[in-house]
């Protein structure tokens, strides 16, 4: 007597979805790090061709360049989120949650009045180069445009900081997950280097 054959067993789709296959230890920080590698030399391939064009002898003839005071005032801005983020990663690894919250927070604010002293700081910037413009001047508005690309990442890393912020109030992250945690304060140790280099090739050559 021949057998029937079986019925096959019907897939258990949800199941596929969400057993993911597993990722490589590693593999985040790695992304990460070629992320940042990339961002690196976008900036330093921008600070070179300014150096270049600065450096040659129709940007001396341009004459000395003059920066807003407020950039000054955003250089210790930047600093100091790149300093509480670190803050942030050592309280959420010692499982001290208030902490953690408030040196994201604080973090934010930061990062905010970063954006606000920018801000005039550029349109004086910007100004500037409308009024030089017309005597054959235009390294202001290279210094613009250069001081905006930085800012628009760290708007970028703004966003990080509200989403982890978010989260952290729904006790995401702990003494064993926190990735992002870690590589958005990696980002901000990056932008902070790149503004500090940034802005000490502008006084260096201005």
Same mark, same amino acid.
């Given at each position: 007597?021949?057998? $029937?054959?079986?019925?096959?067993?019907?897939?258990?789709?949800?199941?596929?979805?969400?057993?993911?296959?597993?990722?490589?230890?590693?593999?985040?920080?790695?992304?990460?790090?070629?992320? @940042?590698?990339?961002?690196?030399?976008?900036?330093?391939?921008?600070?070179?061709?300014?150096?270049?064009?600065? +450096?040659?002898?129709?940007?001396?003839?341009?004459?000395?360049?003059?920066?807003?005071?407020?950039?000054?005032?955003?250089?210790?801005?930047?600093?100091?989120?790149?300093?509480?983020?670190? /803050?942030?990663?050592?309280?959420?690894?010692?499982? $001290?949650?208030?902490?953690?919250?408030?040196?994201?927070?604080?973090? @934010?604010?930061?990062?905010?009045?970063?954006?606000?002293?920018?801000?005039?700081?550029?349109?004086?910037?910007?100004?500037?180069? /409308?009024?030089?413009?017309?005597?054959?001047?235009?390294?202001?508005?290279?210094?613009?445009? @250069?001081?905006?690309?930085?800012?628009?990442?760290?708007?970028?890393?703004?966003?990080?900081?509200?989403?982890?912020?978010?989260?952290?109030?729904?006790?995401?992250?702990?003494?064993?997950?926190? /990735?992002?945690?870690?590589?958005?304060?990696?980002?901000?140790?990056?932008?902070?280097?790149?503004?500090?280099?940034?802005?000490? +090739?502008?006084?260096? +050559?201005?």
């Amino acid at each position: 007597m021949a057998s $029937k054959d079986p019925t096959p067993e019907p897939l258990n789709y949800r199941s596929a979805r969400t057993h993911s296959p597993p990722v490589p230890i590693g593999t985040g920080a790695l992304g990460m790090r070629l992320f @940042l590698m990339s961002l690196f030399m976008l900036f330093a391939a921008a600070m070179v061709g300014y150096a270049l064009i600065r +450096t040659s002898p129709n940007g001396v003839k341009q004459g000395p360049l003059h920066f807003p005071h407020l950039l000054w005032i955003s250089t210790a801005l930047v600093i100091c989120v790149s300093l509480t983020m670190g /803050q942030a990663v050592a309280a959420v690894r010692r499982e $001290k949650q208030p902490a953690f919250r408030f040196w994201l927070l604080l973090s @934010l604010a930061l990062a905010i009045g970063f954006l606000l002293v920018q801000s005039p700081a550029m349109y004086d910037l910007l100004a500037e180069h /409308q009024r030089m413009r017309a005597r054959g001047r235009f390294l202001y508005g290279l210094v613009f445009i @250069l001081i905006l690309l930085h800012a628009l990442h760290v708007a970028g890393g703004m966003i990080a900081l509200v989403r982890i912020s978010f989260r952290s109030r729904h006790g995401s992250y702990d003494h064993e997950h926190y /990735q992002p945690v870690r590589f958005t304060a990696w980002y901000w140790h990056f932008l902070d280097f790149i503004w500090i280099v940034m802005f000490l +090739t502008f006084l260096v +050559t201005a």
